[in-house]
């Protein structure tokens, strides 16, 4: 069967060419010498990743291997300014982040609902032959090219955001505690990675409050170096504010275990060891008051430690009570990460854009191209009307 949850993609984008300017002269019957008046071309649709909190994978992209944004037109006659190219539009889930595909280098986080990036700008129209008319030239016979179109290969990959990821062994208990505590419904059986994909839901709280707790699958010791499932989904921790830690409490080294899962994230990010966390020790429905007593002098004492058991709903209350009290005492919680205003990336010779400015007392809103950038049109059009 299929998986639902698609959480990495390759996407081949490219946004629009810009259209070119005109090159017209208005020939009439009863004004012979009309002048110029070829229109510009219009600009190309860029290529925009836009932040929507309507999904939570990127199953939507998975066959969607090109993207093309539309292309400007070409100026026509009578100053006539050429269509701009419709914009293309990529809907991610909030967590999405954007890698060039053939350098792996950095290129976006989108992280909100409604945030907007433009990945790929579309080429700006090029300037009809109107625009270059002066007193000495009062009939160009040249316009301007369009600018060329971008390209490039993204490769989409999504983390997860949540308020609280959790993180044990196979088996640990985490879907069974994310079943209790909240709507969602994850695989529960008695064998080893029962969960092979993350897992959402949403916690209530009192006065109607509530917090997004994730379920990842489960870590083994070696998961940083690619065993067990990998790298994979550890990923999806990177972006909780707060961990919480699930081990077992039939285990023979409750401190034990929970040092291979810090070390295991340590060695996959260093950084995650700055978050707030949590240990559970799960099915104590198992254990007896002195045992459960004995077993909290064995615990790591920097962190809060709560004795739980989801299938007796033992425990829960005060579980929520200290994942509340974390979430609101973090004072380093998850930062929306801005992309850069304007992220194009000029690979291409974009010379024949250079601009001067007019001579002093003409208007200087108006680019210029160079003179060697020039593109020389030889066939002329011209308008033969009746009056």
């Given at each position: 069967m299929e998986s639902n949850f698609v959480d990495y993609v390759k996407i081949y984008c490219r946004s629009g060419k810009g259209g070119r300017g005109s090159m017209h002269l208005k020939h009439l019957k009863y004004?012979?010498?009309?002048?110029?008046?070829?229109?510009?071309?219009?600009?190309?649709?860029?290529?925009?990743?836009?932040?929507?909190?309507?999904y939570w994978t990127l199953l939507h992209l998975k066959y969607q291997r090109h993207v093309f944004a539309e292309h400007g037109g070409n100026g026509g006659k009578d100053k006539c300014h050429g269509t701009d190219g419709k914009d293309q539009y990529i809907d991610v889930p909030c967590g999405t982040v954007v890698y060039n595909a053939e350098t792996g280098k950095f290129v976006c986080d989108v992280t909100y609902d409604g945030q907007e990036v433009v990945l790929l700008k579309g080429g700006r129209g090029g300037l009809g032959n109107f625009q270059f008319r002066t007193a000495t030239n009062q009939a160009p016979r040249f316009a301007q090219p369009g600018e060329p179109m971008q390209?490039?290969?993204?490769?989409?990959?999504?983390?997860?955001?949540?308020?609280?990821?959790?993180?044990?062994?196979?088996?640990?208990?985490?879907?069974?505690?994310?079943?209790?505590?909240?709507?969602?419904?994850?695989?529960?059986?008695?064998?080893p990675f029962t969960t092979l994909e993350p897992s959402l839901g949403i916690v209530g709280y009192r006065d109607k409050q509530s917090f997004v707790m994730a379920d990842i699958p489960g870590i083994i010791e070696g998961a940083s170096e690619g065993k067990g499932l990998g790298l994979r989904f550890l990923r999806h921790?990177?972006?909780?504010?707060?961990?919480?830690?699930?081990?077992?409490?039939?285990?023979?080294?409750i401190k034990r275990e929970y040092e291979i899962l810090l070390n295991e994230l340590q060695n996959f990010n260093p950084e995650?060891?700055?978050?707030?966390?949590?240990?559970?020790?799960?099915?104590?429905?198992?254990?007896?008051?002195?045992?459960?007593?004995?077993?909290?002098?064995?615990?790591?004492?920097?962190?809060?430690?709560?004795?739980?058991?989801?299938?007796?709903?033992?425990?829960?209350?005060e579980l929520k009570d200290a994942l509340w009290r974390e979430l609101n005492s973090e004072s380093n919680k998850l930062q929306t990460i801005m992309a850069e205003d304007t992220l194009v990336h000029r690979d291409k010779d974009m010379s024949f854009f250079a601009t001067e400015l007019r001579d002093e007392g003409e208007d200087e809103d108006i680019e210029y191209i160079e003179e060697e950038d020039i593109e020389e049109l030889d066939d002329f059009e011209y308008e033969n009307e009746e009056p």
């Open positions: 004004n012979y010498n009309g002048g110029p008046d070829g229109g510009d071309g219009g600009r190309g649709g860029d290529i925009i990743l836009r932040g929507n909190h309507n390209e490039m290969t993204i490769i989409l990959e999504l983390k997860l955001l949540a308020d609280v990821g959790l993180v044990g062994f196979p088996n640990a208990g985490k879907s069974t505690l994310l079943s209790s505590l909240s709507s969602a419904r994850p695989k529960i059986a008695n064998y921790i990177e972006r909780n504010s707060l961990l919480l830690f699930m081990v077992p409490g039939d285990t023979d080294d995650m060891l700055d978050k707030h966390r949590v240990l559970a020790v799960t099915k104590c429905d198992l254990l007896d008051d002195e045992l459960i007593e004995m077993l909290s002098e064995t615990c790591p004492d920097d962190i809060p430690v709560v004795f739980i058991s989801a299938v007796a709903n033992m425990g829960l209350d």
